[in-house]
């Protein structure tokens, strides 16, 4: 088997594929030569494009039943397969969960974890039916596996499809393959709405241990990689994608090597 990523005749569903993470999964895909279909809930969003080829976009709500049923079917019309599914939509905004309502609440549930959980079983059921079955990918947060203070409902979300990708990878097997790619900071259109100015994200990406935040074709060429022939034997796993994590603020706080540092 050559070792490289080709995914030349297979078709890619990345559901938020239009701008950050979801956008540069999608010019990975696009580059690994598959047919790669983007979904967003405004139509109209701009397509994008990477190696000369263009995604298609659909419009879809993830969090409507009805409608993702319709857009899973509308991809089989147009291809007569459906290969593997990115489950890349999701997000919330800042706000204490002492004040934070309870319909603020269920929606950011709603979003980050019922909403792949539907997308998820509308993929399983047409890869079920195909000889060569299909894989499935969800792109978690490292705010599911540390203190996520402001996002904490997103966090307990995240946790959960964490959690979902171990049960469901049992359910669908051998057929299909769910993993999920734990992601940390990634520099992408909208990171000043998170650190600030670019002074802000500077500070915070020399917080992480690699010095920078990732780009978003980093996330992608992760997610390709689990979606490949390489990784066949992976399923109901997670892939740390933080550049390391974060430095733990102990370590600034201790004094026991303070002299070492003057001297």
């Known amino acids: 088997m050559a070792l490289e990523v080709d995914l030349s005749g297979s078709v890619v569903l990345v559901t938020g594929g239009v701008r950050g993470v979801g956008a540069g999964i999608g010019r990975v895909f696009l580059d690994a030569g598959a047919t790669v279909v983007t979904c967003a809930r405004r139509p109209g969003e701009a397509a994008i494009e990477s190696s000369g080829r263009t995604a298609e976009f659909l419009p879809c709500d993830v969090r409507d039943g009805a409608a993702v049923t319709a857009l899973v079917e509308e991809i089989v019309r147009r291809h007569g397969r459906l290969d593997h599914v990115v489950n890349n939509a999701g997000g919330a905004p800042f706000a204490p969960a002492s004040t934070a309502s309870r319909n603020f609440h269920a929606k950011i549930v709603e979003l980050n974890l019922l909403a792949p959980l539907l997308v998820s079983q509308a993929a399983n059921a047409v890869m079920q039916t195909q000889p060569q079955g299909g894989s499935i990918l969800m792109i978690s947060s490292v705010s599911g596996h540390r ?117």
């Open 147 to 263: 203190p996520s203070p402001g996002s904490a409902a997103y966090g307990a979300a995240k946790a959960g499809l964490d959690s979902l990708v171990s049960s469901l990878a049992v359910e669908w097997a051998p057929k299909v393959r769910i993993n999920s790619i734990i992601v940390g900071m990634v520099h992408t259109e909208n990171s000043h709405l998170h650190y600030g100015d670019q002074a802000g994200i500077d500070a915070v990406a020399a917080t992480v241990p690699l010095g920078r935040l990732a780009a978003p074709e980093e996330i992608g060429r992760c997610a390709a990689f689990l979606a490949s022939p390489l990784a066949s034997y992976a399923t109901g796993g997670s892939l740390l994608v933080h550049g390391g994590g974060e430095r733990p603020a102990f370590l600034d706080a201790a004094t026991v090597n303070e002299s070492a540092t003057q001297s």
